[in-house]
């Protein structure tokens, strides 16, 4: 059985985060038999944003990232990596990443070691039970060290309704090879099956989640903070999304990256078997946190089998991009990262090619100034109006 453990941590204050996830470490177990002196260990963060500071909640907070470091240097001996690849494909964009984040005073005072996996060497990965993907390369640092730590923040996502443990580990893969994976996924349904082909080959040897301050609504990126006041660990990163998504009121099968990893038997997604220590999961829900907008599609998924749902999500109630012109900066971050090619600014002003919009969401990821409307179809919009009436989500 999987133990997940959840330790409450109100604020930032590094001595408290420090105090939280050691009791996590404590409570999961046997973490000195997996982690000995000397050994390399990476931890794999959540650097969406090369623009928004920790006080947005888009990144891991850096007290996390200080205090993971502390415990692993001071406690277990190691030596420390610090990587990621952030959401954009604009050239030294991860590295700024690494400083908006303070990593790099991080690295500085305690020797830890930045790893920018757009420049790290790269490894070809194969997955031969992939359903979407099936060849991919990853940063060589994920798999060269000996213990990958996984540190996602809990948000939520416009695309995948939730991100967390599985999800954090798509990062592995640098700059374009994400875009890549989008063109071959090019619907919400069939990217949460792509995601999970990646998760299956690199999954991490323990997930420690930052949930201290979360984002809700309209997430990755255009959401806003909300508090829930925790650290969650656990060994089997399924089982932790599985609580930790339950924690902010979704059904985690109604969650497709969640159902699909636990229908792979990567971890378990059945909450009656996952052993959930420290905090009662009931003494720590926030049920009233808002989901994105696109989350109609889980509300109508409790109504409808899923194989009708897919055909009528995947024909009509895929979100195309526009852009909101009075919050639009015209930075054009976003038609640089656009995989589709589907964005432009022939007179200055961002317009986007509907026909050629996938709906991945990576132009929403990269813009800082929350100037990206997902434009929801006819059933989409129908679906959002009866859970928004009938009160069963609090939906953006
Ligand atoms: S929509 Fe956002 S990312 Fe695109 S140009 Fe405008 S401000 Fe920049
Ligand atoms: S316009 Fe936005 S949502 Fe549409 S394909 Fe481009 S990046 Fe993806």
């Keep these: 059985m999987s133990t997940v453990a959840i330790s409450r941590c109100n604020d930032y204050e590094l001595e408290k985060v420090n105090i939280a996830i050691k009791r996590c470490l404590s409570l999961i177990g046997n973490v000195e038999n997996l982690i000995k002196p000397g050994m390399k260990v990476l931890l794999k963060l959540n650097l969406l944003s090369a623009g928004l500071g920790p006080e947005k ?30 959401g954009s494909l604009r050239i030294g964009s991860t590295y700024q990443a690494f400083r908006i984040t303070q990593i790099d005073k991080i690295a500085e005072e305690t020797g830890a070691i930045i790893v920018n996996f757009d420049k790290d060497e790269t490894i070809d990965i194969i997955n031969d039970n992939a359903t979407i993907v099936k060849n991919f390369k990853i940063a060589k640092t994920v798999k060269s060290v000996d213990v990958v730590v996984s540190v996602p923040k809990l948000k939520t996502h416009g695309l995948t309704r939730y991100t967390g443990a599985i ?47 979360g984002m809700e609504g309209n997430g990755p990126n255009a959401g806003d903070p909300r508090k829930v006041g925790l650290v969650i660990a656990s060994y089997d990163g399924v089982a932790l999304d599985t609580v930790a998504s339950t924690i902010i009121g ?21 909450i009656r078997n996952i052993n959930i220590v420290g905090e009662e999961i009931n ?17 109508a998924s409790k109504y409808i089998p899923n194989f009708l749902l897919a055909k009528m999500f995947d024909s ?7 852009v909101y012109e009075p919050n639009c900066t015209r930075c054009y971050e976003c038609i640089k990262n656009c995989p589709a090619k589907a964005m432009s600014a022939p007179n200055g002003r961002v317009i986007v090619d509907e026909d050629k919009c996938i709906g991945c969401f990576c132009c929403d990821e990269v813009c800082n100034y929350k100037a990206i409307v997902m434009k929801r179809s006819f059933m989409g919009r129908t679906f959002l109006k009866m859970a928004q009436f009938l009160g069963v989500e609090r939906i953006q």
């Design 250 to 270: 979704y059904d985690p099968m109604a969650v497709p990256i969640i159902r699909y990893a636990y229908e792979r038997e990567l971890g378990t997604a059945d």
């Design 167 to 213: 999800k954090n580990m798509f990062g592995s893969i640098p700059a374009n090879g994400k875009k890549n994976v989008h063109l071959m996924a090019p619907k919400a349904r069939l990217m949460a099956q792509a995601l999970v082909d990646v998760f299956e080959m690199v999954q991490p040897h323990i997930t420690i989640m930052d949930a201290i301050i």
């Design 316 to 322: 009509s109630c895929t979100s195309v991009s526009s």
């Design 57 to 86: 909640a888009v990144n891991t907070h850096p007290s996390v990232i200080r205090a993971l470091v502390d415990i692993l240097q001071n406690d277990y001996e190691c030596k420390v990596y610090i990587g990621d690849s952030c």
């Design 283 to 299: 003494k720590v829900s926030v049920l009233d946190f808002k989901k994105p907008s696109s989350s109609a599609q889980d509300f």
